[in-house]
């Protein structure tokens, strides 16, 4: 990880948020990094030390950050707001109407599987049975790909 951070020119971060993703980046990395780098983080806010990286931004003015998360959300740390060169906007991507539809799908689907007694998927993170086109997803909710495998209505999305 420190051979990628010294050589690239963006970054951009996007790590599930675990005791090993905490403070990633912290002083020691950012030290390391290129004075003109660009690191972005769009997955969870406590992957960076935001302290730290407020005291980086206002050393090197030539680094700059893009963030849509922020470590205490919807709070930022003091001095972030104010850096001219970081970027900073909501966590909103799943804001488009056809997110949200599909969102909204999703849960309903999720309370009819249950209800019908189907178990509910155990491991987030696994998806790749939902995903093999060669084979029949998983009797358990959620997934808009089994649906209709299930009996369930079939989603619009």
Same mark, same amino acid.
């Given at each position: 990880?420190?051979?990628? %951070? ?10 599930? @948020?675990? #005791?090993?993703?905490?403070? @990633?980046? #912290?002083?020691?990395?950012?030290? /390391? ?5 660009? %690191? ?12 730290? %990286? +407020?005291?980086?931004? #206002? ?7 893009? !963030? ?15 850096? #001219? *060169? ?5 966590? /909103? ?17 999720? +309370? ?10 155990? *491991?987030? *993170? ?17 997934? !808009?790909? *089994? ?9 619009? !999305?």
């Amino acid at each position: 990880m420190e051979d990628v %951070l010294r050589e690239a020119d963006v970054i951009s971060l996007h790590p599930v @948020l675990d #005791k090993t993703t905490y403070h @990633l980046i #912290k002083p020691e990395r950012l030290a /390391i990094m290129k004075k003109e780098a660009v %690191l972005v983080n769009a997955s969870r806010g406590p992957v960076i030390d935001e302290v730290a %990286l +407020v005291e980086h931004l #206002k050393a090197n003015p030539m680094f700059r950050v893009g !963030l849509d998360v922020f470590e205490d959300e919807p709070y930022m740390k003091p001095g972030l707001a104010e850096m #001219k *060169n970081a970027v900073v906007v909501p966590h /909103i991507a799943s804001a488009s109407k056809w997110t949200r539809e599909g969102m909204a799908s999703l849960a309903a689907l999720n +309370v009819l599987g249950k209800i019908k007694g189907y178990p509910v998927w155990g *491991n987030p *993170n696994v998806v790749e049975p939902f995903l093999k086109e060669d084979a029949t997803p998983p009797a358990a909710c959620p997934s !808009l790909v *089994n649906a209709k495998q299930l009996g369930l209505p079939s989603s619009k !999305l």
